[in-house]
């Protein structure tokens, strides 16, 4: 199994609608990220976490919201998912040195 | 904050050359560096990381790089390129640890 789990790994959703996106990871890591990655942006930060008590908002956490529900598990939500919200999101871990994080495989969202 | 800038989106080798991308970095602070890299449908891989040790630094797949702080550089070099080497590189700092900025990311395609 992989260390780091996202699911679902595609969605196609309308306007409107509400998503959760999911992550699960087997590293006994204290934290984790949710990143959106765009064409030629890179990754961004939309929100992390350093333990289950811990949310931080990132640089664009803006029509997200996320929930750390265990140590293991921490889920992105978008409440209103709009078409500029398509890309590929990616949730990553770290330990509390935070040198060096391990991703998932990613879930590509489109919005229509 | 901290950030980084890659330079180059794409960069073209034939199979046997070297390989070098291109990452500078700004930081108010001693900076972690980082070097990942992306296949098609996967997630992020760590291939190096710079954390305040030795300057040259090897990683994964034959890559390593050079941190130069009169420089703020940090690039990625490797003596020949094979054809599974061609993915998405990604350059990253954080601030010790924490808050990790990615850069826009280089295509290396590898020509045989």
């Known amino acids: 199994d992989a260390d780091v789990t996202q699911t679902p790994r595609n969605r196609i959703t309308k306007t409107g609608k509400r998503i959760m996106l999911e992550c699960s990871q087997t590293?006994?890591?204290?934290?984790m990220y949710w990143y959106r990655q765009d064409p030629g942006l890179g990754l961004r930060l939309i929100y992390y976490?350093?333990?289950?008590?811990?949310?931080n908002k990132g640089e664009i956490s803006d029509g997200y919201s996320v929930s750390r529900q265990a140590q293991a598990k921490f889920s992105l939500s978008l409440e209103s998912a709009i078409p500029n919200q398509t890309a590929l999101y990616f949730c990553?871990?770290?330990?509390?040195?935070?040198?060096?994080?391990?991703f998932g495989s990613g879930t590509r969202l489109t919005v229509v | 904050a901290q950030s980084v800038t890659q330079l180059g989106s794409h960069v073209s080798v034939s199979e046997g050359a070297l390989v070098l991308l291109r990452c500078n970095y700004s930081?108010?602070?001693?900076?972690?560096l980082f070097w990942y890299v992306q296949y098609p449908n996967q997630g992020l891989q760590l291939l190096l990381k710079?954390?305040?040790?030795?300057?040259l630094v090897k990683g994964i797949n034959g890559f390593e790089a050079e941190f130069k702080k009169s420089e703020t550089s940090f690039h990625l070099t490797k003596p020949s390129a094979h054809m599974s080497d061609a993915a998405e590189y990604f350059c990253?700092?954080?601030?010790?640890?924490?808050?990790?900025?990615f850069g826009a990311g280089t295509r290396l395609t590898v020509k045989p």
């Open positions: 990553a871990t770290s330990d509390y040195r935070g040198d060096g994080y391990t």
């Open positions: 590293k006994g890591h204290d934290r």
């Open positions: 976490s350093f333990d289950v008590k811990d949310i």
């Open positions: 930081s108010s602070v001693p900076p972690y």
């Open positions: 710079y954390t305040s040790a030795a300057t």
């Open positions: 990253a700092v954080s601030d010790q640890g924490n808050d990790m900025r």
